[in-house]
């Protein structure tokens, strides 16, 4: 008998229609947007679509950990433009992602967090479902816009409303609600392929106004000591040239945000990255693009902005950002790339130059402190000390400058960040309006996976202790990540004692650990490196191969200061028993 004999026909028209479902239209409507890879951790209501999305050709990252997936993609958003899109399962596994979500819409990036969810009417009624919660409801306040998709013939708006949330105006993350059933949900293929939306337009130009652009301008001229800030904001723009150009043009020095960094090289002749002080106290005018005055710049005013009385100049996307802290005498409110290309053409053929007696006091004193922490960055002392240690990273990054740097920690930060030099934009990378420790993992995954180049990550200790397990997943990925450790055996330091019992005070961790036996369980090189030297063998050789790589640099324990550069914001007793 042939096979046809055998084949039940169909009874009805109906029955030979083509079908399409939840999972299949979820997956077309991120593919049709350019949404092709998913960074999240698999689970009940996900698990198959992640194996579907994948066979459908999205790049899917498994995790171990949701916050991880949802740095991971937070820092994807930020380095492409389009939303990161991180999946994970229903209430914990949402919750451990929205940690990531409330980061991204901190730090203006644009995220998509689909998590699944329990039975609706089970979780309203409160009954008692499995992993029950009203995730839409907890989103809400965390995120920029938060949907709920009820039926598949909406999964294409769903994902439209989501992407456009997400990306226009000030970037933010988006929460995505898709209820068990919805997956399932079977619809016809034809009306389901009509019901995508594939988003036009997502991130529209924002013109600024050209009376703001004169009024900025003409500050601008009046200055004597201006000052240009360059924000993530300015970066995240990707108009790279014409922020170039304009900072150029205009001769005034300039003084790069941490993620601003290599926007202009920092090496720049009018970069005033190491004479901050100095130009925060001293300026009279400041032009901040991208960046806002927030506690990362003494919300504009205070001891660190001296008692030269200053105007403001503000580029931003977000016009209710302007006077948030200070009076901005001229906003200009616009995307980056459109009011950045506005003031060079308003600037005309011939813009007078930046004050000379000005630009000589900022390059004389950066030189100065340039010419201070040179001979400090050669030592070759063992165990290292910050210095030394980052001496020999900072070489790494001249010589590799399309390397991605993900830096998380206290003094690791703040050291690296003053010490390794950026060359081009967006490679540095780290922990943000937060300040927050545990983005270390997930943004070097997302970083070799978004460029397709080696990824340097210097870590804290105690950083490094938030995703740590993540060491996994790049190994298993193939990922060309180089971890270093600065491990001085603790937070801020290894010394404390507690003086009452046997534990050990609340800031140390195990005397002489050996973070680098850990990548060794799942096929990484380790290296335990306790000089410059070695260290530098090591990085060099990883960043070569491009093999997952974790270096245990031994670092003095001594070595350190409490909270770093922010021991300010550290409250102490004074009724501290001795
Ligand atoms: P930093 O920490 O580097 O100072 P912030 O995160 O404080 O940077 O500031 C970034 C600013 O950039 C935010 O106010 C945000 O609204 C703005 N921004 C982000 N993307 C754009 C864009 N494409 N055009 C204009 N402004 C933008
Ligand atoms: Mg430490």
New binding site residues.
Partial sequence: MSDAATKPKPATAEAERELTDGFNLIIDALKLNGLNTIYGVPGIPITDFGRMAQAAGIRVLSFRHEQNAGYAASIAGFLTKKPGVCLTVSAPGFLNGLTALAHATT??FPMILISGSSEREIVDLQQGDYEEMDQLAIAKPLCKAAFRVLHAQDIGIGVARAIRAAVSG??GGVYLDLPAKLFGQVMDAAAGQKSLVKVIDAAPAQIPAPDAIKRALDVLKGAKRPLIIL????A??QADDAIRAFVEKSGVPFLP????KGLLPDTHPQCAGAARSTVLAQSDVVMLI???L?W??SHGKGKAWGTEPKKFIQ????PK?MDSNVEIVAPVV????S?VSALLQGMGGAWPAAPADWVKTVTSKRDENVAKMAPRLMNNNSPMDYHGALGVLRTVIKERPDASLVNEGANTLDLARGIIDMYQPRKRLDV??WGIMGIGMGYAIAAAIETGKPVLCVEGDSAFGFSGMEVETICRYKLPVCIVIFNNDGIYRGTDVNSVSDDPAPTVFVKGSRYDKMIEAFGGVGVNATSPDELKRAVNAAMDSGKPTLINAVLDPAAGSESGRIGNLNPQSVLKKK
């Avoid at 580029?315 to 977000?318: P, W």
């Fill in positions: 730090n203006c000030r970037p924000g993530k904001g300015a995240y723009a945000m941490s993620m601003g991208g960046a806002r927030n990362l710049l580029v931003d996307i977000e950002e616009g995307d980056i790339g009011c943000g309006t």
